[in-house]
């Protein structure tokens, strides 16, 4: 999650400069502060309210420009976080928020093994009901590390759990190119159509002897942070590295079945091992060495409207660099990249995406700051 192993062997390899973004195009403006660990911010459709998750357990709101000090969740009591990269890890809506009151977490518990739990608001719409919680789905963790976590519903409606290989180094334990572990995978189930929830039947390895039929997407690390493009439904999975590089994946949220390399392949060299056979990977669209960062922050692609110069980029960080930088996609490839000159940001855990399409960055010290268009 927040930190990929530092050691590098070898030189890098040599990058092209980065082309610097429009002074002053973008500026950061603090909506919250002194928050513990804040790794997620979202909103449900049609509503100002921010909701923030706090890797402890708990889901705080800000509302009408202050940061209420009743959680909307604490489920600290429930969460196992006692490593870097455990903790509560995702948090979604609902698609029918506002009429069935339904929200989705993500967290470590126990020994460390990963949940997918449900609750329900309460008659006080600023609070869920403690009392309600529905688990979706629990998995095994063989480590403390590369636990994924994010939960996000896709254009449509189904909810993508993401989940890391089992952690330890270079996947260990061997899940990230096994199908019969939700290792390693991003899944993709729908929670209105059983209980607790059913295998839709167009997932790509439904019938496949020795898959499990919840499986996406797979050959992934750590898919810390990914996204939907909400205009071209395209999905974004910034995947976390090991030891040398860093990448960012990107396709068509309709394209299920993609293996997405590891540990065959560190972004799109070849890693470990005397087998490097690339038949039937999807390989990044974007790597970086790790003399330039040590753990890719994926973020959103920006259609909101406060600033025309970033409209239809995706903005990314890095947890050790503090950058933020931005590409498109065209055409399947990662065009016009920009450094953007907002200044070290300092260890960037997460983006976050309102219900106007206005971005956020979610960072240690802290903070949440909305991108805003400079003066």
Known sequence: MLAAVLSCSGSPETFEPIPTGQDGSIALETVAAGLTRPLQLTAPPG??????????????????????????????????????EQGLLGFAFHPDYASNGL????????DGDSRVERYTVSTDLDRADPTSALTILEVEQPASNHNGGLVMFAPDGMLYVGLGDG?????????????????????????????????????????????????????????WRFAFDRSTETLFIADVGQSS????????????GLNYGWNVMEGTHCF????????GLTLPVLEYDHSQGCSVT???????????????HYLYSDFCSGFLRSFRLVGGEAVEPRSWPV?????????????????????????????????
């Not at 889901?59 to 009743?70: C, E, S, W």
């Not at 929200?103 to 126990?110: C, I, M, N, R």
């Not at 039947?201 to 439904?206: I, K, S």
């Open 47 to 84: 509503d100002d309210r921010l909701f923030i998750v706090e890797q402890p357990g708990r889901i705080r709101i800000v509302k009408d420009g202050a940061l209420l000090p009743t959680p909307y969740l604490d489920i600290r009591a429930e969460v196992q976080s006692s490593g870097n």
């Open 343 to 375: 200044g070290d940001l300092g260890s960037v855990f997460s983006f976050g995406e309102d219900a106007s399409g206005e971005l956020y960055v979610l960072t240690g010290d802290g903070r949440v700051q909305r991108l805003v268009r400079a003066p």
């Open 298 to 312: 994926g973020g959103f692609v920006y259609r909101g409207a406060a600033i025309p110069d970033l409209q239809g």
């Open 167 to 223: 952690g330890g180094g270079g996947d260990q334990f061997g899940n990230a190119q096994e199908l019969g572990t939700w290792l390693g995978a991003i899944l993709r189930i729908d929670v209105d159509g059983g209980d607790p929830y059913a295998v839709p039947a167009d997932n790509p390895f439904v019938g496949q002897a020795g898959a499990r039929p919840e499986i996406w997407a797979y050959g992934l690390r750590n898919p």
């Open 245 to 256: 590089y860093e990448e960012v994946n990107a396709a068509p949220a309709s394209a299920g």
């Open 103 to 110: 929200v989705y977490v993500s967290y470590t518990f126990g």
């Open 272 to 279: 470990g091992g005397d087998s490097c056979d690339q038949t």
